[in-house]
Structure formats: structure tokens, C-alpha cells
Nanobody
């Protein structure tokens, strides 16, 4: 199994910053990709930032230039630095990993964290 633990959410004023962290642990054999998604009340879950092929990162248009995705491969940890936050960034942010385990090294599954609340006040 793969376990994801997120941290770093909270309440911040518009224009402020937060840094989210997500650590993956468990019987991980290989990680194909990691990313961040968010879900606002009454809306569908949407991609915020995720690793794409060839090491590139895809960002949602709404966060380009404000959010930065980074990864610590040695510790299977990803980060989301969020600057210039806006009230519309308010959502539960979820970490997502596509990984295989020691027991099934050729099969990749998607795993989700428990989510961390980000609230931006105006």
C-alpha cells in the first residue's frame, strides 16, 4: 500500500502564501507521477499541478505564475508553493500519486491523500 500525508494548509489573507507538502510512504516500488488537485465546495475536483512527461510540470491556467510545484525524489515528497493567493483558491487540496508497490511492481495505481483545507479570505 501507498500512504500519502499532506500538510501545510490553513487560513491566509488574499495576497498571502502557503506551502503544501505531501509525503508518500509504504511499500513503494516506483512512482510514475505525483501531483496536486483541489476541490472547492460544489465543484468538481480539478488539477492544480502535476508532473508530466520528460520532467515537465503541467499547471492549471488559474495558478500559472503564482504556484510552483517541486519534488524531493529522495524522500518521495512533493511540495506546492502557493503565492499571491486569491479567495477563489479556497478549496481542499489533495495530493495524488501514481505508483506501483513491491508486491505488484508492474501495476500502477492512483492513490489520494486525505486532503488539506486552504482558505483564502478577502
Amino acid at each position: 500500500q501507498v500512504h500519502l500525508v499532506e500538510s501545510g494548509g490553513g487560513l491566509v489573507q488574499a495576497g498571502g502564501s502557503l506551502r503544501l507538502s505531501c509525503a508518500a510512504s509504504g511499500s513503494i516500488f516506483s512512482i510514475k507521477t505525483m501531483g496536486w488537485y483541489r476541490q472547492a465546495p460544489g465543484k468538481q475536483r480539478e488539477l492544480v499541478a502535476a508532473l508530466a512527461s520528460a520532467g515537465r510540470t503541467n499547471y492549471a491556467d488559474a495558478v500559472k505564475g503564482r504556484f510552483t510545484f517541486s519534488r524531493d525524489n529522495a524522500n518521495n515528497t512533493v511540495y506546492l508553493q502557493m503565492n499571491s493567493l486569491k479567495p477563489e483558491d479556497t478549496a481542499v487540496y489533495y495530493c495524488n500519486v501514481e505508483a506501483s508497490t513491491m508486491t505488484t511492481p508492474s501495476w500502477f495505481f492512483r492513490y489520494w491523500g486525505q486532503g488539506t483545507q486552504v482558505t483564502v479570505s478577502s
